[in-house]
């Protein structure tokens, strides 16, 4: 896989406002909620342009303070913003509340008829949207914000596959979004999945979308899955995905696999310890990925630069993380000294 230089990579979904509980507190505790500008698209596309990509973001905001901040936090990245719509209407929203002994982070969304989520389908011009661009990102997050979303999702992949725009799909599983206007979600996901040249997405992805289990643990259930999702949608050709062991609440291991129908790479599992902020980790994933992968450097390489990414990110407040081509390829598991 390989994207002309002079086209760039477009990421297609809804740009957002993230209020966290200050680590260390319960809601409420005291009067402060520390504010991000995340989204898991938004996300995937500052990560690729603190890369050097050529990156640009399609979505919606609205005009105003908050409208104009994200922007700016995207241009800031080096995220080409002109293909985002100004229409009225409000951010969405989500709330943070990190966990704690006895207690597991928790996600709140406060989505519902934000300006992205409002727009029709026929508001988005796919020939122009898509002009220019060689490579399109998406993630199962939009589809999961309601009927209107799912089909300009569903619109945007099979105009991007009718134009011969490579697509990554980043299976994101929102069961708090789906719960509220969708009772098979799999029935929506699986026309989207069938145009994707790339998908993230794990066994749990594999089993929603093919309505079966996969036997065994570990590598070998994860290459039956991946096999089965290659036989079930043949454009794929690349499945990444991780497997995470939480061994405390601070301290996790995560290991990454890339499969494809030949040949698959493994990563052996690094310890992330102190896990500072999960969120937005698996988007640093798919960004490490799609650089490699789009270098068309080997499986292997592609998924240790995702392991990187994402392991980096777990030690980053916010969605967004600054990477660098530097910071990747200079990542170790090991614990060192100052660099001086």
Same mark, same amino acid.
């Given at each position: 896989?390989?994207?002309?230089?002079?086209?760039?990579?477009?990421?297609?979904?809804?740009?957002?406002?993230?209020?966290?509980?200050?680590?260390?507190?319960?809601?409420?505790?005291?009067?402060?909620?520390? !504010?991000?500008? $995340?989204?898991?698209?938004?996300?995937?596309?500052?990560?690729?342009? @603190? %890369? #050097?990509? /050529?990156? &640009?973001?399609?979505?919606?905001?609205?005009?105003?303070?908050?409208?104009?901040?994200?922007?700016?936090?995207?241009?800031?990245?080096?995220?080409?913003?002109?293909?985002?719509?100004?229409?009225?209407?409000?951010?969405?929203?989500?709330?943070?509340?990190?966990?704690?002994?006895?207690?597991?982070?928790?996600?709140?969304?406060?989505?519902?008829?934000?300006?992205?989520?409002?727009?029709?389908?026929?508001?988005?011009?796919?020939?122009? !949207?898509?002009? $220019?661009?060689?490579?399109?990102?998406?993630?199962?997050?939009?589809? @999961? %914000? #309601?009927? /209107?979303? &799912?089909?300009?999702?569903?619109?945007?992949?099979?105009?991007?596959?009718?134009?011969?725009?490579?697509?990554?799909?980043?299976?994101?599983?929102?069961?708090?979004?789906?719960?509220?206007?969708?009772?098979?979600?799999?029935?929506?996901?699986?026309?989207?999945?069938?145009?994707?040249?790339?998908?993230?997405?794990?066994?749990?992805?594999?089993?929603?979308?093919?309505?079966?289990?996969?036997?065994?643990?570990?590598?070998?259930?994860?290459?039956?899955?991946?096999?089965?999702?290659?036989?079930?949608?043949?454009?794929?050709?690349?499945?990444?995905?991780?497997?995470?062991?939480?061994?405390?609440?601070?301290?996790?291991?995560?290991?990454?696999?890339?499969?494809?129908?030949?040949?698959?790479?493994?990563?052996?599992?690094?310890?992330?310890?102190?896990?500072?902020?999960?969120?937005?980790?698996?988007?640093?994933?798919?960004?490490?990925?799609?650089?490699?992968?789009?270098?068309?450097?080997?499986?292997?390489?592609?998924?240790?630069?995702?392991?990187?990414?994402?392991?980096?990110?777990?030690?980053?407040?916010?969605?967004?993380?600054?990477?660098?081509?530097?910071?990747?390829?200079?990542?170790?598991?090991?614990?060192?000294?100052?660099?001086?």
């Amino acid at each position: 896989m390989m994207i002309d230089p002079e086209k760039k990579i477009a990421c297609f979904g809804e740009i957002v406002l993230r209020m966290s509980v200050p680590h260390g507190e319960m809601p409420l505790q005291s009067p402060r909620l520390d !504010l991000y500008v $995340g989204g898991a698209e938004a996300n995937v596309a500052a990560g690729l342009a @603190a %890369l #050097g990509n /050529r990156v &640009a973001m399609i979505g919606a905001v609205p005009p105003g303070a908050f409208g104009d901040g994200a922007l700016d936090r995207m241009r800031g990245h080096g995220v080409d913003t002109q293909r985002i719509a100004r229409p009225a209407g409000r951010m969405g929203l989500y709330y943070h509340l990190p966990g704690g002994p006895m207690r597991a982070d928790e996600v709140v969304y406060d989505r519902a008829d934000s300006a992205f989520a409002s727009r029709q389908p026929g508001d988005w011009d796919w020939d122009r !949207l898509l002009d $220019g661009v060689g490579w399109l990102h998406l993630s199962g997050v939009t589809p @999961a %914000l #309601g009927e /209107r979303c &799912a089909t300009a999702t569903l619109d945007a992949v099979r105009a991007a596959r009718a134009a011969g725009i490579g697509i990554s799909f980043d299976g994101n599983w929102r069961g708090r979004l789906w719960e509220r206007w969708s009772d098979d979600p799999a029935a929506v996901l699986r026309p989207i999945v069938s145009e994707a040249t790339v998908l993230f997405g794990n066994h749990r992805d594999a089993s929603l979308l093919l309505g079966r289990e996969f036997s065994g643990e570990g590598a070998h259930r994860r290459r039956e899955a991946a096999l089965a999702m290659l036989e079930a949608f043949p454009k794929l050709e690349t499945i990444a995905s991780t497997a995470r062991h939480i061994v405390e609440p601070a301290k996790h291991e995560l290991a990454a696999r890339i499969d494809t129908r030949d040949d698959h790479a493994q990563t052996a599992a690094v310890i992330i310890c102190p896990v500072i902020d999960r969120i937005g980790t698996g988007d640093a994933f798919a960004v490490g990925v799609l650089d490699a992968l789009l270098a068309r450097r080997p499986l292997a390489a592609a998924a240790q630069s995702g392991l990187a990414a994402a392991a980096i990110a777990h030690g980053v407040r916010g969605d967004f993380t600054p990477l660098s081509r530097a910071l990747l390829e200079n990542a170790t598991s090991t614990a060192n000294d100052v660099t001086r």
